[in-house]
C-alpha cells in the first residue's frame, strides 16, 4: 500500500500520551471560502492516515482543524482555544504529515516526516 498525502498525530504533552478521540475536520480551500472535505478522530495512538490517494487530493490549500476544547472537556481540564486550526499548502507528489503537540494551553506543529 502507497503512503497517504496526509496524515497528522497529535500528542497531548499535558499527559504524555497520544490524543485519543479527538475530533479533526479537514477543509480545502476554494476561492475565498472553506469547504468541509472529511470528518474523523484520532485512533488509539492519537494518529490520522487520511484516505487520499495523489489523485483525489490536488495541489491547493488545506486546513486541519482540531476541537480541542471537545477533546479536553471528555479529560475533565479546561482549555484557552476551542480549536485548533492548522493550515497548510499541497504540491503534487508530496507526502504531508503534520504532527500537533497539544496542552490546554498551548501547541506546537510542525511538518514531520
Known sequence: MSR???STHV???TSGSPAVGLFVDLYKQRDESWTLWHSTTTSGDGRVQFPFSQDSM?????????NV???FKKNDKAT?????EIVFKVSEGAHYHI???LSPYGYTTYRGS
Open 58 to 66: 490536488a495541489p491547493g490549500t488545506y486546513k486541519l482543524k482540531f
Open 4 to 6: 497517504p498525502v496526509l
Open 80 to 84: 484557552l482555544y476551542p480549536f485548533v
Open 11 to 13: 500528542l497531548d504533552t
Open 69 to 71: 476544547e471537545d477533546y
Open 99 to 101: 504532527p500537533l503537540l
